[in-house]
């Protein structure tokens, strides 16, 4: 059985830091790449940040040098580190296996919005 859970998620206020959690069912972590993903208000949902199996990683442009993807194979988790975050960052955010589509599986998502 599939399960994405998120969670972490607040209202923070910019440059502030947040940590997102997501647990995983084992049947997508032991097999997949997985990916942290958001969705703002009227935008497509983007792939923000990505670690492989192995625990190396890649980030998108826009969250470069900002975000932390990490893992614990322990766990069945992945978590993302978010500092000195921006009113852009504003999103829904999910997590699940690289290369997702729309029709896949995917958890509730968790909100951050940073505003002053």
């Known amino acids: 059985q599939v399960q994405l859970v998120e969670s972490g998620g607040g209202l923070v206020q910019p440059g502030g830091s947040l940590r997102l959690s997501c647990a995983a069912s084992r049947s997508i972590f032991t097999i997949y790449h997985m990916g942290w993903y958001r969705q703002a208000p009227g935008k497509q949902r983007e792939l923000v940040a990505t670690i492989t199996i192995s625990g190396n990683t890649i980030y998108s442009d826009s969250v470069k040098g900002r975000f932390t993807i990490s893992r614990d194979n322990t766990k069945n988790s992945v978590y993302l580190q978010m500092n000195s975050l921006k009113p852009e960052d504003t999103a829904v955010y999910y997590c699940?296996?690289?290369?997702?589509?729309?029709?896949?599986?995917w958890g509730q998502g968790t909100q951050v919005t940073v505003s002053s």
């Open positions: 699940n296996k690289l290369g997702a589509a729309t029709s896949d599986y």
